[in-house]
């Protein structure tokens, strides 16, 4: 211990508050007893398949939605709604809003998607929570102020007029790949929820329920009433709109119908999932069933069966989750252990090591629209879409991988497989998008359904700077060929002040952290100006309570980039990154560690109510319930590696197996 001592007092490296740390414990025995508590913790809940798999929280109308999809099906579970009901209640704010993140503004859609769910399960319209709700409404313009899809599932039950909803033409499922149009050229989540409402903008099917009508929540009269988004209809609705839309082309709108519809059965995994997410999964139940399919066919007998498996049953509420998230849990969370210490042959780091072999697909998807000749070999986020494994995820789980099981020759050819489909998906831009190449038509953001601006799924930082990661692992280096291209991606689209936009994390925090593990993986020069900026930035962004913390309002408000509540992922994100950078003895990091250390609960985990994911930048944040616990894992037994090489420490001699 006297030479540790000696060590950090010569490095000014803090220690946290004496307060909360024993008398006479060192840093090493602090960082020691901190990283076991999180690795007992991960050990207890790894569920016996080899797998982990923890809460994705969005916002209520994911289970609002959900209510009104059994509501339009004629499906009656009186425990289920009553469970539902205190949820969407026991997240109203005392200002009767709702919001899409904590601590955030009320959203409108949010709440009129609650406040109509509740009405439909027979909540009083005069009760005090719908009478705030309803205020909160109207003081925002009512309902023509919310999104399409919110306008959407309001008129399947007669409460929105369906010629004011903009037109989607089922046709457009008919054009070639190449075409504009196409809905190849829309993002994978995109075209799973917009083919299934192609068909509901034909069909235009109405289910009146008595006492769930909602004219209360227009503002003004019904002749007052203007058609939304008229600034955006653009080319979109002019030219394509008023010719496949309005026009009566009998036998190609017949033809695009049974296109579309046979689209949807084709798509639909053996599972039961579309897409892997609540939309396109609840989309297509009701196009489905308002074609004529009875609730007993197999198709939608197993998409609710599928959709059962994203309930969270807490008692005595249920919440509906947009996604699962199993592979990517379970990927990030064996790096995690094996930095904290845990040897990679330990039985559980083998157990996830298979569980993530089996999850493996080697059949096509949408992706080869783009990529005919590239082999599958990706992953996805969930236990089941195979049409749709995403870049991310098949880096992660490789890196994982590596980790495990890279030096066994049995497994030699499914890396490969794996490490060829990433690389073959780089875009011609030099970087990588999550689930298709060269997805970035911006001008489909401009169209009338272009609302959540996500139209599209282009190549981004935060990707781009894990897949160099990725090939780090690998023993790929900045002077390959792909690396080369993503390293000129990433200086092109850098901001002026040295910090990355983060498209899947909050926010700039998230893709600087991303692009500087992927720089230092494949070995770039970090003594470059471009590199120095962006350690500079993240080193500027620290709380003065040693941790980093960014609000979801920094989409909006480029400004507020690096700026709010410290919170641990963001915290270990940072750390990571100035890590990353070889800043390893620079006080910021030494604070960022004992602000880990110091903020940590006695069972492992740290407390994070703050939403640090990303769905839709701007409308759709998430909260991964696993990120406050494995991002600080991953940073701490990064920092105690450091330390204990510095000071000549025996490997693992400290860390205890459980």
Not at 612 to 637: E, I, S, V
Request: hydrophobic residues 40%; glycine residues 8%; aromatic residues 12%.
């Amino acid at each position: 211990m006297e030479t540790e001592i000696a060590y950090i007092e010569e490095k000014g490296i803090k220690q946290g508050n004496s307060g909360d740390r024993k008398k006479g414990e060192s840093l090493s025995e602090r960082l020691i007893s901190s990283i076991n508590r999180t690795k007992n913790y991960y050990l207890e809940c790894q569920h016996p398949d080899g797998y982990w798999w923890f809460e994705l929280e969005s916002n209520v109308t994911i289970t609002a939605e959900y209510l009104m999809l059994l509501k339009f099906l004629g499906i009656e579970n009186p425990e289920r709604e009553k469970k539902i009901v205190n949820h969407l209640l026991r997240q109203q704010r005392e200002d009767g809003t709702w919001a899409i993140y904590y601590d955030g503004p009320g959203e409108i859609s949010a709440s009129v998607e609650a406040y109509f769910a509740l009405k439909l399960a027979g909540v009083p319209v005069d009760s005090e929570e719908m009478i705030k709700a309803r205020d909160f409404i109207l003081e925002s313009g009512g309902i023509e102020k919310c999104r399409i899809f919110t306008k959407i599932f309001l008129a399947l039950f007669g409460n929105y007029p369906w010629d004011r909803i903009p037109p989607f033409p089922v046709e457009l499922i008919l054009f070639p790949h190449w075409f504009p149009f196409s809905i190849y050229s829309f993002s994978s989540w995109t075209r799973a929820s917009l083919v299934p409402i192609s068909i509901l903008l034909h069909l235009r099917p109405v289910k009146r329920i008595e006492g769930a009508e909602v004219s209360e929540l227009f503002v003004g009269s019904r002749d007052d009433r203007r058609p939304s988004n008229c600034a955006n209809f653009l080319i979109f609705s002019r030219h394509i709109g008023k010719l496949l839309f309005k026009t009566p082309f009998r036998p190609v709108r017949n033809k695009a119908l049974k296109k579309a519809e046979e689209w949807i059965v084709e798509h639909q995994e053996d599972s039961g999932d579309w897409a892997g997410i609540q939309p396109a999964m609840v989309n297509s139940l009701l196009a489905l069933f308002s074609l004529g399919y009875p609730l007993d066919h197999p198709v939608i007998r197993k998409g609710l069966n599928a959709l059962e498996g994203f309930l969270i049953d807490k008692g005595d509420e249920v919440v509906l989750q947009s996604c699962i998230s199993p592979v990517w849990d379970t990927a990030l969370n064996c790096i995690a252990l094996v930095e904290a210490g845990i040897p990679p042959d330990y039985p559980a780091i083998q157990l996830a090591a298979r569980w993530l072999l089996k999850q493996q697909i080697f059949r096509g998807g949408d992706w080869q629209v783009k990529r005919p000749e590239l082999e599958p070999g990706g992953w996805a986020f969930e236990f089941h879409n195979d049409h749709y494994p995403d870049v991310d995820d098949s880096a992660v789980v490789l890196m994982a991988l590596q980790r495990a099981v890279g030096n066994d020759p049995a497994f030699k050819c499914a890396l490969d497989r794996g490490i060829n489909w990433v690389l073959g998906m780089q875009s011609s831009d030099g970087g990588w998008g999550a689930f298709d190449v060269d997805n970035n038509k911006e001008y489909l953001n401009r169209i009338p359904f272009a609302d959540l601006e996500a139209m599209i799924d282009p190549s981004t930082a935060d990707l781009t700077g894990r897949v160099l990661q990725m090939m780090g692992y690998y023993g790929f280096d900045k002077d390959h060929p792909v690396a080369k291209r993503a390293i000129r991606f990433l200086r092109k689209i850098q901001e002026p002040d040295g910090a990355w936009w983060g498209r899947w994390g909050v926010n700039y925090i998230y893709g600087t952290w991303s692009v500087l593990t992927g720089l230092e993986s494949i070995k770039e020069d970090f003594s470059r100006p471009w590199i120095r900026k962006a350690v500079q930035w993240l080193k500027n962004c620290q709380n003065p309570d040693g941790g980093w913390g960014e609000t979801c309002e920094s989409y909006k408000d480029p400004s507020l980039r690096g700026q709010g509540p410290s919170t641990a992922s963001q915290t270990a994100w940072a750390l990571l990154g100035l890590m990353a950078a070889g800043e390893w003895e620079a006080p910021e990091v030494s604070r960022g560690i004992s602000y880990l250390i110091d903020n940590q609960r006695p069972d492992g985990t740290w407390e994070e109510k703050y939403f640090t994911g990303t769905g839709f930048p701007k409308y759709f944040m998430l909260r991964y319930h696993n990120y406050r616990n494995c991002f600080p894992l991953m940073a701490l037994g990064r920092y105690y590696g450091w330390l204990q090489a510095q000071l000549k420490l025996p490997e693992n001699t400290s860390l205890q197996m459980p």
